[in-house]
């Protein structure tokens, strides 16, 4: 039976970015929950980097993910631009562009495989729930996240490409077999 460890937590009120830490080879997987995330700027995308046990983001250009996303301002046929294939990046969307309004927050959650081991790529699924800018409507992003690099990872920084994370909550969690 599976055993969860609590690794790392934060409240972010007006800070630029939140990193959890505490992945090591004694958890196979790490699962990052999310709640209440809320940017200071209107319009801005959340994201992420994976954060390598130098202590440093990997900001290198070797990110790939594959996003699917639920609209609930359209039908459930697929669509143009319903589905998105991104490669070759330096940070990783989890969200698009969200929405500033007081009271409201978004939510997630990332399974994070094979992190601690430093020979073999690293693998992130995604969920999470959003509300639009603009004329706001809810979106869901399901996605999966390749590190095409064999590096040890420890953690992963969020933020948004543009201003600050005005709120949220944050909980990484390690699962021991």
């Known amino acids: ?6 690794l790392s937590t934060a409240t972010a009120s007006n800070t630029g970015s939140v990193t959890l830490t505490g992945i090591t080879s004694e958890y196979p997987v790490a699962i990052l929950y999310y709640d ?3 940017p200071a700027t209107d319009g801005a995308d959340l994201m992420f980097r994976l954060r390598e046990s130098g202590g440093s983001d990997n900001s290198n250009s070797n990110y790939n993910s594959v996003i699917a ?3 609930s301002d359209r039908d459930f046929d697929d669509e143009d631009g319903d589905n998105l294939g991104l490669g ?3 940070k990783v969307n989890l969200t698009g562009s969200t929405h500033d309004g007081a009271n409201q927050g978004y939510g ?3 399974y994070i495989h094979n992190a601690a081991n430093g020979s073999e790529a ?4 995604s969920d999470t729930v959003y509300l639009t800018n603009g004329s706001p409507f809810m979106l869901g992003q399901i996605g999966g996240t390749v590190l095409r690099e064999a590096t040890t990872v420890t953690g992963i920084t969020l933020f948004y490409d543009t ?3 005005a709120t949220g909550n ?3 969690v390690g699962i021991k077999n």
């Not at 039976?1 to 609590?6: A, E, G, H, I, L």
């Not at 690293?122 to 699924?125: E, H, K, W």
């Open 1 to 6: 039976m599976s055993k969860y460890t609590q």
């Open 36 to 38: 209440s995330a809320l």
């Open 69 to 71: 996303y639920q609209r």
């Open 88 to 90: 070759d990046k330096d």
């Open 108 to 110: 997630g959650i990332l």
């Open 122 to 125: 690293t693998y992130v699924q």
């Open 163 to 165: 201003g600050n994370i």
């Open 170 to 172: 944050f909980t990484l």
